[in-house]
């Protein structure tokens, strides 16, 4: 039970992680070519410990309940976990994240774009994407940078927008708080174990659409 973050009971039970297909499907049983001072190599997901299983991934992908004409975003796309299991659905996204070293491996996966990027500064116009889906870090240092890359997914997404995030428990109360300021609607679908342990909400947030106040001359 975690009593920090209320989010004791566990899930709704919408979310069956079936032991057999995370194995079969997991990230070691793939690998991701990095580029690292000038030398390209190929990484295996369970080592660079931030690669989504694709079982998690669809389930994402189920939640969202994206049409095939949707322009889908991972603005933290780490190894990739998401963007292939949307390819194999057949799903439209773009890539993005701000560690260089993913360049040719992300551009192997081949997303309609793909680009190295700090979500808090996306190199795309407004009102540009139909969905976001997407696994920020989950290390406690990266807290404030997830946070403060809200405003931008926002921007970036067409109105009203619509995000679906994996996030570890502690940042579920930080980022659960700037949401609220934002007038966006979260709803906590279901949480998904894993690796070490962790226990990581997924969330599915509506932003309202902002209506421009007109004052009279
Ligand atoms: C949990 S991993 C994502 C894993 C991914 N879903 C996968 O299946 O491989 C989080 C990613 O966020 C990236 N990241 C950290 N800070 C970022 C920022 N400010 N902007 C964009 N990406 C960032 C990290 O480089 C890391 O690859």
Redesign the pocket.
Known sequence: MDTTTGLEGASNGSFFQDAESLLADAPSQRTFEIQQVGKRRLAF?HRAH???SSVDARFLFNIANARSTDLILD????????VSEAKRCGLRIAA????KI?SPGLSALQPEVGSI????YLPFGADHFDLIVT????RTA?RQ?VID?LPELRRVLKPPGRLILLISTNMYEGVQNSLGKMDADVKRIDIIPRGGGLKCPVLEIRFEEIIPVLHEA
Do not use: H, K, M
């Not at 603005?75 to 998401?82: D, K, M, N, V, W």
């Not at 990027?117 to 808090?120: L, V």
């Not at 696994?135 to 989950?138: D, L, Q, R, S, T």
């Open positions: 997901g931030r690669a989504l603005p933290f796309a780490g190894y990739g976990g998401l993005s994240d701000v560690d993913l990027a700090d979500a808090r696994e920020p870090p989950f990266y940078d890359s």
